[in-house]
């Protein structure tokens, strides 16, 4: 079972949802695709560091020699990441998407493909739980295909998946192909909107999904109306808590020291498996 953990909005707490899941599940995985700022590895300080690589994508590197200077490569090009000038051709990495359309097209077999690093990914170990995390290079525009490489080392019975914020392309890469979204939001005016616009996303890619309300007793009760006419189950609450946030601020996975809440998680897990199929 793979798990999403997601959110239209940054801040209302899916990583402090998914560590909390991912200790109260035995010999469960957690994969940090937030890779742009990947911190949940840090509510884990006596992990250890199994290995870290880096994740590289193939761009276009051009032989001036054979070059003509057509302007086949520039043309076929939908990202712009070729462009064609008398003297030379100008190649920008950080737009290609690594589709191979330039090779295909140039007649002169002038384009070959070389690799360039968009970021790194750690595995590491703690107690029976593995940790795999990207950091995506600073400056570097696409995440999803670092994205895509974290989530190819899901392994296990339960792999936990901690998405970056809202319903852009890097947080529809990390909820595809996932068999449930849990979907965390806050209950306040502001947490409505971009709930909304999350469940449309989850909707269009047939994800079963829920919904854990954090810091429940603040806000309206305008979300659990939402939710009730769309017929999406509320799977939990996390009431605001002031010890809560005090453990978290200092890297503590608030269900190892609060009791009663792991026992809560696990249930909530069940109840996922039995929702995803």
Known sequence: ????????????????VATS??????????????????????FFPEMRLLDRR??????????????????RCSDVC???ALAVIPSRVVVFPELCHGCGGCLIACPEKAISEVPRRVGWISRARSGDHELVWGELEIGEA??????????????????IVDCPPGVS???????RDTDFCLL????TPFGLPDLALALKMLERMSIPRGVLINKSGIGDREIYSYLE???????????????????????????????????????????IRGMSG
């Open 142 to 159: 696409r995440s999803t295909p670092l994205i895509r490489d974290v989530k190819r080392h899901a392994k296990g019975d339960t792999v």
């Open 169 to 175: 392309c890097s947080a529809v890469e990390s909820v």
């Open 184 to 187: 965390v939001a806050e209950p």
């Open 229 to 271: 006419k769309r017929d999406v189950p509320v799977l939990m609450e996390i009431p605001m808590s002031r010890e809560i946030a005090e453990l978290y601020s200092r890297g503590v996975i608030f269900v190892e020291r609060m009791r009663g809440w792991k026992e809560r998680f696990v249930n909530l897990a069940e109840r």
């Open 21 to 42: 899941l991912t200790v109260s599940v035995e010999n469960s995985q957690l994969l940090d695709c937030d890779v742009e700022e990947p911190n949940a590895f840090l």
């Open 54 to 71: 880096e994740c590289s994508v193939t761009v276009p590197q051009i032989d001036e020699e054979l070059c003509v200077h057509c302007g």
């Open 78 to 80: 939908a990202f712009n």
């Open 1 to 16: 079972m793979i798990v999403s953990v997601a959110s239209g909005k940054g801040g209302t707490g899916k990583t402090l």
